[in-house]
Structure formats: structure tokens, C-alpha cells
């Protein structure tokens, strides 16, 4: 791929921002929702005392967690995209740049030979 300056990168910017943008708001609406479950947590906890009480908040606490690392793993995702999408743009860029400098070499090699052949025609 890295040798290959005559195909374009491919790579759907677009469909990339959209993914980056979805995970941030799915890890958006993951902490609001531990926000909510927290202070809806914290209102409870000072009128529910019991058993109940103990294994609601041993739920709670592994749901936070769980839910904590998923919004986490979105995070990373959405980087990873980000990065992958950078990679591509660098790349096409760097595509580019050889693409150019191999036409600018063809076309001082065509002006060269172009100036010998006027060359001998003098002598």
C-alpha cells in the first residue's frame, strides 16, 4: 500500500466523523444516565434501609462499573476513528506530495531531453 502512489487512499471520512460522533454521545448518554441513577441512588438511600437496600446498591455498584467501562471503550473507540482517519488523511497526503514530485522529474527529464535535442540540431 505504502508503494502504490497511484491509488487513492479509501477511506469514508464521512461515515468515520459519524461513528466518532455517535460513540461520544452513546458515552454522553452513559454518564448522564450513572448521573441520574446516582442522584435518584443518593434520594433513596435516606429512606431505605434493609437487605434490599444492601443488594440494590451491590446492583448499582456493579451496573456503574459495567456501564463506566463501556462509555470508556466508546471513548477509545471514537480516538481509534479519529487516529484511522488521520492516518488516512496523512497518507493521501503523502500520496499526493509523490505523485507530484514523480511529474515534476518526468517533466525536467522532457525539458532535458528537449534541450539536448535542440542541442545537436546546432552543432
Known amino acids: 500500500m505504502a508503494n502504490d502512489i497511484w491509488q ?4 469514508d471520512h464521512g461515515a468515520a466523523a459519524e461513528a466518532v460522533a ?3 454521545r ?3 448518554t452513559i454518564d448522564r ?5 446516582g442522584q435518584t441512588s443518593r434520594e433513596a438511600a435516606t429512606d431505605w434501609l434493609g437487605p434490599h437496600r444492601e ?8 451496573l456503574h462499573n459495567e456501564l463506566s467501562g463501556i462509555a470508556a471503550a466508546c471513548r477509545r473507540a471514537a480516538a481509534a476513528v479519529q487516529q484511522a482517519s488521520a492516518r488516512a488523511h496523512e497518507e493521501q497526503a503523502r500520496r499526493l506530495r509523490e505523485r507530484e514530485e514523480h511529474y515534476r522529474r518526468e517533466r525536467e ?5 528537449e534541450r539536448e535535442r535542440i542541442e545537436r540540431r546546432r552543432v
Open 8 to 11: 487513492d487512499v479509501r477511506w
Open 33 to 37: 444516565s450513572l448521573a441520574e441513577i
Open 109 to 113: 527529464e522532457r525539458d532535458r531531453r
Open 55 to 62: 443488594s440494590f446498591d451491590n446492583w448499582r455498584t456493579r
Open 26 to 28: 452513546a458515552a454522553g
Open 22 to 24: 455517535a460513540l461520544q
